[in-house]
């Protein structure tokens, strides 16, 4: 798989612990699998069982005539439940 973006230094950016408390994933771009949209939705998926309290947001326009859009029934596949959306 390729990872598109830049690269995190580790020996500048080490690890921490995460904070208590719920934890936000935010993605802002078009909704286009070259953004990475379908690994987000992937993980946010294998993340949810773990992390109940978790949240993942994509924000971004979503243009089908585009060539490299995400399906529209991907998509749906991965709406979150109205309650997690509110939160």
């Given at each position: 798989?390729?990872?598109?973006?830049?690269?995190?230094?580790?020996?500048?950016?080490?690890?921490?612990?995460?904070?208590?408390?719920?934890?936000?994933?935010?993605?802002?771009?078009?909704?286009?699998?070259?953004?990475?949209?379908?690994?987000?939705?992937?993980?946010?998926?294998?993340?949810?069982?773990?992390?109940?309290?978790a949240?993942f947001?994509?924000i971004?326009?979503?243009?089908?005539?585009?060539?490299?859009?995400?399906?529209?029934?991907?998509?749906?596949?991965?709406?979150?439940?109205?309650?997690k959306?509110?939160?």
């Amino acid at each position: 798989m390729r990872t598109y973006g830049l690269r995190v230094y580790m020996q500048i950016f080490a690890r921490e612990p995460l904070p208590g408390g719920a934890i936000n994933f935010l993605v802002i771009g078009r909704l286009l699998t070259e953004k990475g949209v379908a690994e987000f939705c992937e993980a946010s998926r294998a993340l949810c069982g773990d992390y109940s309290d978790a949240c993942f947001i994509d924000i971004g326009p979503h243009d089908p005539k585009q060539p490299h859009t995400c399906a529209d029934r991907d998509l749906q596949d991965t709406v979150a439940e109205p309650e997690k959306q509110s939160a």
